[in-house]
């Protein structure tokens, strides 16, 4: 199969296209026969190699979520799957691929109407957003600021947000970036820095991390708590913490969230909800662009390059 691995960590020219083997289907596995492919940012920051004590080689075919036709089932998964159009999740990569594995519990069907490309757009960064909110304890009526917003993960958690009123605060690098998230359901727009210092809300969904985490916990109304789900600007500064003990009569909380957290059967369940809402048009797919599996690489050059707005997708 033709696939694309990481030769070098570091820039994008490190994705290099190969002929690779075709995987099979272990126990409890289907092989699916890949239409496209969602690249993510952590599949950036991956390829950096900054992950590497996370235990990622050079070598790695990178990407984790994929949809296509199921083309095989190993021994275990009931044969009625062959042939049925589905989202899967791949695990910590072999995405970037012609053909990709994925264990039964990772898989959820296609509903009807939902293309494969707004599949790979939704798939992943909605039970992201959804369960990142809820671990914050989102009520009703309270305020939210998500820093990182013009990613696949924040544009799902303006949509989610929206459902009830409430003020929705966006970080974004451009009016135009703006615009677009309010046209989404945001009600403030502010630039990376946060703007008005004086500014404060029950919860701030972080994306970003990287030295501006900890201006972010000054954000927090009193009892308010940062959830952070990304880390898209770096890891932040080792003493981050101390916003918080600097404010220690306001009880406010930081928290990590990762979606590895949540039983699978959870995700799987709010998966399928959003993407039969998403065939429905009641969730927008924010596709950036749809490039040819070969432009891996620039794929990754236009998300370095900060030109991407919601999820590049690759084709096979
Ligand atoms: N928690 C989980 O379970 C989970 C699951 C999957 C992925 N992730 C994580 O989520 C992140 C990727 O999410 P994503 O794809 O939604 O994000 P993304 O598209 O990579 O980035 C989101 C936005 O952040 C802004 N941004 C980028 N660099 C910045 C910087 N240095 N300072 C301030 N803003 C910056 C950019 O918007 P503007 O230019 O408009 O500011 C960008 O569009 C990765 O860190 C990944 O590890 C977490």
Redesign the pocket.
């Known amino acids: 199969m033709k696939a694309v691995h990481i030769e070098k960590f570091g820039d994008p020219s490190g994705l290099v296209v190969i002929d690779a083997p075709r995987p099979s289907a272990a126990p409890g596995q289907l092989l699916i026969a890949v239409e496209t492919i969602g690249v993510?940012?952590?599949d950036?920051?991956i390829r950096r190699g900054t992950l590497g004590s996370y235990g990622f080689r050079e070598g790695l075919i990178p990407g984790s979520e994929v949809a296509g036709r199921v083309e095989a089932v190993g021994d275990g998964v009931d044969a009625s799957w062959v042939g049925r159009s589905v989202w899967a999740f791949t695990g910590v990569g072999g995405a970037y691929a012609t053909h990709a594995v994925a264990r039964l519990e990772d898989i959820t069907a296609l509903p009807e109407g939902l293309s494969p490309v707004d599949a790979v757009t939704l798939g992943?960064?909605g039970p992201?957003a959804h369960?990142?909110l809820a671990h914050a304890r989102l009520a009703e009526g309270e305020s939210l600021l998500i820093?990182?917003?013009?990613?696949?993960?924040?544009?799902m958690a303006v949509q989610l947000a929206a459902l009830a009123p409430r003020t929705i605060a966006v970080?974004?690098?451009?009016p135009e970036?703006g615009s677009r998230l309010q046209s989404l359901g945001a009600t403030t727009v502010l630039d990376?820095s946060g703007g008005d210092a004086s500014l404060e809300f029950d919860v701030v969904l972080d994306?970003?991390?990287?030295p501006?985490l900890p201006s972010f916990l000054d954000r927090l109304a009193g009892n308010g708590r940062l959830v952070s789900?990304?880390?898209?600007?770096?890891f932040p500064p080792d003493d981050f913490g101390m916003a918080l003990f600097r404010a220690y009569q306001r009880s406010r909380s930081f928290a990590?969230?990762?979606?590895?957290s949540v039983p699978v059967g959870a995700r799987n369940g709010v998966r399928e909800t959003q993407l039969e809402s998403a065939a429905r048009g009641e969730l927008k797919a924010v596709v950036h662009d749809v490039l040819p599996l070969a432009d891996a690489a620039e794929a990754h050059r236009r998300?370095d390059a900060?030109e991407?707005?919601g999820?590049i997708v690759l084709t096979v």
């Open positions: 993510g940012g952590v950036a920051v992943s960064s992201v369960f990142a820093r990182g917003a013009a990613g696949s993960i924040g544009i970080t974004t690098s451009s970036r990376r994306i970003v991390g990287g501006g789900a990304g880390v898209v600007g770096g990590t969230f990762s979606l590895d998300m900060g991407v707005f999820r």
